[in-house]
């Protein structure tokens, strides 16, 4: 009897010794605006820009979605060798619509038209890949509750699934002031860019993550929005060494948003929630972490002194 309570001790010492498994932290990338995003600085084109993110992402063996505006295609046919490259590439294409226009200014059937508009060059391009992923241009979803129902049933009826995002630093904010910094040869100012891009990243990891466990009590596979920039493909094998740093192991947008806390995102037929961990949060009265705000020193770095714009 004494020699089976012993051992009963022991094994309940070893069960308290065995180390919980610790969640992994997951994170997804997403592109948008191919096949251009702009401004581009001179000596840089839509395909090499392009190019440097696909080396970025290929080198560092990272699945991502590209969400088209197929607009470009017809007003510079060259850049279809852009997605022609994507795809070449073995990464994905989704639908950004054909103009990148808001909804809020769109009526319904408009709206209906831009989705439309666009998958002919899905077809073309990303044939049998699930390219039936929906991103709104500037995170648009409507002016109010009954367009923003409107335009989930326009994609559930073409069989779409939302692409939502939970981890944004506003790397778009970077894009003119990288041009305007390379035409100026002001690569001091290019390497201040450079630090504040890596600052804002990593602020993002810490601001979604904090909201994330607010939310839901964890930390849900994170959705990361970015652009296709001539400073994107600079900057992107740095920010994915800074994600694998922090921890996560990146994830296919799919994969992603299997998770529960995306459900009404995936599926546009049920009600929706507030949109993205923000107004997730704001709805429920939960504290918003704190974050930097870089807009203005990036609207003044490399700009024109005030007496130069005086004739």
């Given at each position: 009897m004494r020699r089976w309570r012993t051992l009963a001790v022991f094994a309940l010492l070893?069960?308290?010794?065995t180390p919980q498994k610790t969640q992994r932290l997951e994170i997804a990338l997403t592109i948008d605006d191919l096949p251009v995003h702009g401004p581009i600085p001179a000596d840089e084109t839509p395909l090499s820009v392009t190019s440097g993110i696909i080396a970025a992402l290929t080198h560092g063996r990272v699945p991502a979605y590209g969400f088209v505006n197929a607009h470009w295609t017809a007003e510079q046919p060259d850049t279809l060798d852009v997605l022609k490259a994507w795809r070449a590439a073995g990464l994905d294409l989704g639908n950004h619509t054909w103009a990148h226009r808001h909804l809020s200014e769109m009526a319904l059937a408009e709206f209906d038209q831009e989705v439309a508009r666009n998958e002919a060059v899905l077809r073309q391009l990303a044939g049998s890949s699930?390219?039936?992923w929906f991103r709104y241009p500037f995170l648009d979803e409507g002016k109010d509750a009954a367009q923003r129902d409107g335009a989930r049933h326009v994609l559930a009826t073409r069989a779409y699934k939302i692409a939502a995002v939970t981890m944004d630093f506003s790397d778009w904010q970077w894009t003119a002031p990288y041009a305007r910094c390379r035409a100026a040869g002001d690569e001091q100012a290019i390497s201040e860019l450079e630090r504040m891009y890596l600052q804002a990243g990593r602020e993002g990891i810490g601001y979604s993550r904090e909201l994330s466990r607010r939310l839901f009590g964890r930390d849900i596979p994170y959705v990361v929005l970015l652009h296709d920039s001539a400073f994107e493909a600079r900057m992107l094998p740095r920010l994915i060494d800074l994600y694998r740093s922090a921890g996560f192991r990146f994830v296919s947008l799919p994969h992603a948003e299997r998770d529960s806390a995306y459900a009404d995102q995936v599926q546009p037929d049920l009600p929706a929630k507030p949109q993205g961990l923000e107004l997730?949060?704001?709805?429920?009265?939960?504290?918003?972490p704190k974050r930097t705000d870089y807009s203005r020193a990036l609207a003044t770095i490399c700009s024109p002194a005030p007496s130069a714009l005086r004739p």
């Open positions: 070893g069960s308290c010794a699930d390219w039936r997730n949060a704001i709805a429920r009265g939960v504290a918003l």
